[in-house]
């Protein structure tokens, strides 16, 4: 999918990350360091998340030479041809 498509979901992961940090400040009186930690992680696995969206597409070829096996009665041939190549997956 293209990644603006994902785009309303980062958002809202990174929302809930924010919202989930006050939550668990207010809670269980976590030191700033935990909430931190857990924050940090929280916004790189929604990015994460999020660049896992993507799709590659890739293009490309050229040209192809090459000899044909030998034919009687003229023996080797000489092969010319082009090469069409697209590929698409996701991000690992």
Known sequence: MPLQAAFPTLQSDIEAAF?????AAQ?????????IAQ?????AIAVHSYTLQAVVVANGGGGIT???APL???????VVGAAVVTVSGNLL
């Open 39 to 43: 924050l940090a992680r929280d916004l």
């Open 66 to 68: 090459g000899v044909a």
């Open 72 to 78: 009687a009665p003229a023996g080797a041939a000489p």
């Open 27 to 35: 809670a269980d009186g976590d030191t700033s360091d935990k909430v």
């Open 19 to 23: 919202k989930k940090m006050i939550d």
